[in-house]
């Protein structure tokens, strides 16, 4: 096994989970359901075993898709907590001004300034 997966595998992992279809599932990602069912039939091949059992009426976790699911939860939250990262560092809340003053200045005066 020699799993080359991608995060867009994890999401529609996530989504088919949450809704029990693939079709919903594809709606939610803005993806087509054809696309939802190789991700995820890739995905699974790659993992080496089946996270869905598939019918004609609904899709349900398999023992194996009841195990790895929360993981993939992990991953997704990860990945969604790095993008906040790189935002918050690019647009700080917070923003550090420094103020250079010549040693002349009246302290008392610089403070009345500031406040």
Known sequence: MNPIMNLKQLQFAAHVAETHSFSRAAELSFATQPTISNAISQFE??????????????????PFGEYILPRITEVL????????????????????????????????RLDQVLV
């Open 45 to 62: 091949e790659e993992l080496g075993g089946r996270l869905f059992n598939r019918t004609t009426r609904k899709v349900d976790l398999t």
């Open 77 to 108: 939250q990860s990945r969604d907590e790095l993008v906040k990262a790189a935002e918050s560092y690019h647009n700080p809340t917070h923003k550090i001004l420094r103020i250079g003053f010549s040693p002349l200045v009246d302290m008392q």
